[in-house]
């Protein structure tokens, strides 16, 4: 990512968020506004990835992500907000969104978060997962837990299907599941994104 727009209307709030951004994406210029109208102003050609709060004056909720996302189509747009209910987590990602990021998630957690979006994947944050299987969701069958496995592991589709004795059209549809769950698009993806979704991949 090359730049980055933070938009938050809290300046200590933006600052932290403006610092994350850094972290996550060295060297790239990264800038804050305070509203939807200004985000618009500044984002001008170019930007990569949106860090949109949802509590905006004049624009708050579901509203400012589709206002966002109509004034930069090509950028990606990650929700960082103080609310963490289900039901707007998923109606953020439902609206476009390739992240939510709760305000109350460690460092850690926030600069991977943003480089799994960089790289293609789509972050969702555990609560959001519980008990439902989302669009980027999380409830994966024995077989595909295993194949997830011995993909982080670093095996090739034929050493798995040799491991788990199956085929190897069977290890790809196990991976596509696994992928499709995660939000992701290729192997390399898939140990991050297990990890910050919370699957214990020891056994």
Known sequence: ????????????????????????????????????????????????????????????????????????????????????????????????????????????????????VAEGGVYVPPQALEGARAAAGIRLTVRELDVLRLIVRGLANKEIARNLRISKDTVKQHASAVYAALGVKSRSQVGRAAELRGIKLDR
Request: aromatic share 2%; charged share 20%; hydrophobic share 55%.
């Open 1 to 116: 990512m090359n730049r980055v727009l933070v938009v938050d209307d809290h300046p200590l709030v933006a600052l932290v968020m403006l610092e994350q951004a850094r972290a996550g994406f060295p060297g790239a210029h990264v800038v804050s506004a305070g509203s939807v109208a200004e985000a618009i102003e500044r984002a001008g050609e170019g930007v990569e990835l949106v860090m949109l709060d949802l509590g905006l004056p004049g624009c708050a909720g579901i509203e400012a992500l589709t206002r966002m996302r109509a004034a930069v189509p090509e950028a990606r747009i990650v929700v960082v907000s103080a609310t963490e209910e289900r039901a707007v987590i998923l109606a953020a990602l439902d609206a476009g969104a390739v992240g939510y990021i709760p305000k109350t998630s460690g460092p850690g957690v926030v600069t991977a978060a943003l480089r799994l």
